[in-house]
T-cell receptor, first 110, second 113 residues
Framework: RKEVEQDPGPFNVPEGATVAFNCTYSNSASQSFFWYRQDCRKEPKLLMSVYSSGNEDGRFTAQLNRASQYISLLIRDSKLSDSATYLCVVNFGSQGNLIFGKGTKLSVKP | DAGVIQSPRHEVTEMGQEVTLRCKPISGHDYLFWYRQTMMRGLELLIYFNNNVPIDDSGMPEDRFSAKMPNASFSTLKIQPSEPRDSAVYFC???????????FGSGTRLTVV
């Protein structure tokens, strides 16, 4: 089983749509979870951390399900500028290395 | 803060040449990471340092790759000799600890012809 798995997409959605991404991770001892965003030919940038209680930042909501070992990202009212690749990130091991998923590509169309 | 600074932004070199990539982490970050990204393999961790000491270099492809961190504000990744399959984007990232996430530099796009 891969350490961090994501559906690669692409997810093609119209402006204003709600879209959700899921990600599964293999290490039940993981403690830190993040969603990163990567635009074409740019570096990954931290979008939001994911907390056990779930958290929201504007149109973005992140959820963590430890029992099933998955995290999710919900984007409401999609904008053209949301088009990017979204990377699921989880820490592994005692050193706390972050492992990056391969990303889910989102394309928001007018 | 200027963020993580990498140089050069682009590098085109001929097979067999030595390539040196440079990184300046964010001041105060104790961890520094070198990643390689390709379409096929995604983001791969090559090596990381904690307090200038290499902790895990198991991702370094082979002996042609070496990395150093002589002080808290500078690191290099060297490829000697370079090969076409080394063509990729190389990112440097720094962190105050895993629970804070990583901050990436803009990357170096390496093309070996």
């Amino acid at each position: 089983r891969k350490e961090v798995e994501q559906d690669p997409g692409p997810f093609n959605v119209p402006e204003g749509a709600t879209v959700a991404f899921n990600c599964t991770y293999s290490n039940s001892a993981s403690q830190s979870f993040f969603w990163y965003r990567q635009d074409c030919r740019k570096e990954p940038k931290l979008l939001m951390s994911v907390y056990s209680s779930g958290n929201e930042d504007g149109r973005f909501t992140a959820q963590l399900n430890r029992a099933s070992q998955y995290i999710s990202l919900l984007i409401r009212d999609s904008k053209l500028s949301d088009s990017a690749t979204y990377l699921c990130v989880v820490n592994f091991g005692s050193q706390g290395n972050l492992i990056f998923g391969k990303g889910t590509k989102l394309s928001v169309k007018p | 803060d200027a963020g993580v600074i990498q140089s050069p932004r682009h590098e085109v070199t001929e097979m067999g040449q030595e390539v040196t990539l440079r990184c300046k982490p964010i001041s105060g970050h104790d961890y520094l990471f070198w990643y390689r990204q390709t379409m096929m393999r995604g983001l791969e961790l090559l090596i990381y340092f904690n307090n200038n000491v290499p902790i895990d270099d198991s991702g370094m492809p082979e002996d042609r790759f070496s990395a150093k961190m002589p002080n808290a504000s500078f690191s290099t990744l060297k490829i000697q000799p370079s090969e076409p399959r080394d063509s990729a984007v190389y990112f440097c990232a720094s962190s105050a600890g895993a629970r804070y996430g990583y901050t990436f530099g803009s990357g170096t796009r390496l093309t070996v012809v």
